[in-house]
């Protein structure tokens, strides 16, 4: 199956999940970090997610799984020990068009969980489309080792520069249909020349001058 890889912005969106163990607590914790809206819908809860909820990061609901629950949802996640609920849910977001993901359940997932190396505003996801979360965790080891922490504060200056090519004179950024600071061509290249594997070296023997 060909997947297409994104990135989503899921700050404000009203997330569900159903199930609040120890896998469902990993997953409301990562839809927390995101700023998604995120509400419980389980009989039992772990200890965080208690405390979340009383401390009002989300809603939970101390009940069964209803169909109504994912009225209004933009995505769902699902982390029950039944495979009839499991199903259920799945089915029912299918229905109304909610993006769902049945932890551990290829078949019954509009996306994967990719394995992340995270350095600041780098991500870099592995997915193996469910077939090796094994394989998948090893590559991001791998990863981890090539791309270290040194990466979130050059890609901090790298966001801070691209921002001044990206801006006029006054400091303000150009409307989109203005002409550039400066010419396409010439702004490609420059920003090219910071990303290389060269700048990314001065930058290391910056800091550890520092």
């Known amino acids: 199956m060909s997947l297409f890889p ?14 609040a163990g120890g896998v469902g607590t990993s997953k409301i914790e990562g839809l ?33 799984f209803e169909s109504e629950d994912l009225d209004g949802t933009f995505l769902a996640v699902v982390a029950t020990p039944s495979r009839e609920l499991n199903a259920r849910v799945f089915e029912e977001a299918s229905r109304r068009g909610v993006l769902c993901n049945v932890v551990d359940d290829p078949p019954h997932c509009d996306f994967y969980y990719p394995a992340v190396v995270r350095r600041g505003d780098l991500q870099i996801a592995v997915s193996t489309s469910g077939r090796s979360p094994a394989l998948a965790a090893r590559l991001r080891q791998d990863l981890e080792q090539q791309f ?12 801070q520069e691209r921002e001044k090519l990206l801006v006029g004179p006054s400091g303000a950024r150009p409307e989109p249909n203005s002409s550039l600071p400066l010419q396409l061509k010439e702004r490609r290249e420059r920003l090219h020349r910071m990303a290389s594997h060269e700048a990314f070296q001065a930058f290391v023997g910056r800091k550890m001058k520092d």
Request: contains cysteine; hydrophobic residues 50%; charged residues 20%.
């Open 32 to 64: 927390l970090a995101a700023g998604a809206t995120v509400r419980v819908v389980a009989p039992e809860a772990t200890a965080p997610v208690a405390e979340w909820s009383r401390a009002g990061r989300l809603s939970w609901q101390a009940r069964g």
């Open 148 to 159: 270290g922490p040194e990466y979130e504060a050059w890609v901090e200056e790298l966001g």
């Open 6 to 19: 994104m990135f989503i912005k899921l700050a404000g969106r009203p997330c569900l999940v159903v199930g």
